[in-house]
């Protein structure tokens, strides 16, 4: 911390200076608080922006690079506030967190999901081609063969058929996962209403199947990615439908209440539910608490975990054995609401 003149001469030091910045008292105090902004050139504009910004507003707050001593750079939080006696500008007080630790590790964690995402796409697209042949191919054999298989031949044929299928699908699941650690677009307004009917209408034939009803109640706008949150959704309807008990039609109704600066979205159903030991485990990938050889990739949920999250909010689910579950997500609500 230190003080400035409203001209942006230093006033003082104390022994923070010199472990952020390197500087000792002798060669701080009367220097101009431009000389710890960068870049360079365009420091003594910066600073003044600064001071005019903190003079009129009460404060200012960035979160930046900032130049030491021996010329490397040191990544800050700082604020600033003006000190006001009798209607005349004092001085102004700077505050500075090093934070370059954290910056330092963020930077490695978007390189590892960068790096992940790449990973990703490229296996995704190398096994996608085999598996595309394995189908073809099974396929040409079942033509091929028609009326000369006898059943258990003709099941096999069909588990070959149904697990290339399966295997198509958990990679594009797993390019789907690995790539959202961070939205691609910029959230912006979006209706969940939009986002509740367009989900429905991919599920057309699974509603007509399963006898299934999705109901919901008004819902807000809100700051999202719009494809992301149609994804969201479109998993969480599949789910109460795969999951469905039997004998008993599917039905899911979505609502939502606001809580501060978040709405919280719900989505019940009437399905087999889970122990709610596994609460947390049902979103980890790959992971399957109802029957093995039932339809899906392990990853819907894990998908619908990361969709949440890349957009600041949190998911978790409540459910009982044979009474159905609800799942709970939190989005931010719209910056006028």
């Known amino acids: 911390m230190f003080l400035a003149d409203p001209q942006g001469k230093i006033l003082t030091w104390n022994a923070g200076v010199r472990e952020l910045l390197g500087y000792s ?16 050139e365009k420091a003594v504009e910066l600073c003044a922006a600064e001071l005019r910004t903190a003079a009129e507003r ?35 007080v700077k505050v500075l967190s090093d934070e370059t630790a954290r910056k330092h590790l963020e930077d490695a964690l ?6 992940l995402e790449q990973f990703a796409a490229t296996a995704s ?5 085999p598996l595309r042949a394995i189908q073809s191919y099974a396929e040409l054999l079942r033509r091929r063969a028609d009326g000369k298989l006898d059943v258990e031949e003709r099941e096999f044929l069909q588990y070959i058929s149904q697990s290339a299928l399966r295997m198509s699908c958990l990679t594009q699941n797993l390019l789907a996962y690995a790539s959202l650690s ?5 959230p912006q307004t979006i209706s969940l209403n939009d986002a509740v009917e367009a989900a429905i209408s991919q599920l057309h034939q699974a509603l007509i199947d399963t006898d299934a009803q999705i109901t919901s109640d008004p819902l807000p706008n809100v700051e999202a990615v719009y494809s992301e949150i149609v994804r969201l959704f479109l998993n969480l309807f599949s789910n109460a439908l795969k999951y469905g008990r039997p ?3 599917p039905r899911v109704h979505v609502s939502a209440r606001q809580k501060g600066s978040f709405w919280e979205v719900s989505v019940a159903d009437n399905g087999q539910g889970f122990d709610q030991r596994y609460a947390e485990e049902i979103f980890h990938p790959f992971q399957r608490l109802k029957n093995k050889e039932q339809s899906g990739t392990g990853l819907g949920l894990a998908i619908c975990k990361r969709i949440v999250e890349s957009h600041g909010g949190r998911i978790r689910a409540v459910g009982e054995p044979g009474s159905g579950a609800t799942f709970f997500f939190t989005t931010p609500a719209r910056a006028d609401a």
């Open 25 to 40: 008292e002798e060669e701080w105090v009367g220097q101009h608080c431009s000389i710890i902004f960068v870049p360079e």
């Open 182 to 186: 961070a939205p691609k677009e910029a």
């Open 110 to 115: 978007t390189e590892s999901n960068a790096a």
């Open 58 to 92: 009460g404060v200012a707050a960035d979160i930046r690079w900032h130049r030491k001593k021996d010329g490397s750079e040191l990544f800050a939080h700082g604020t600033i506030h003006p000190v006001w006696e009798a209607g005349q500008l004092r001085c102004f």
């Open 247 to 249: 004998q008993i039609p």
């Open 125 to 129: 697209h190398d096994l996608q081609e």
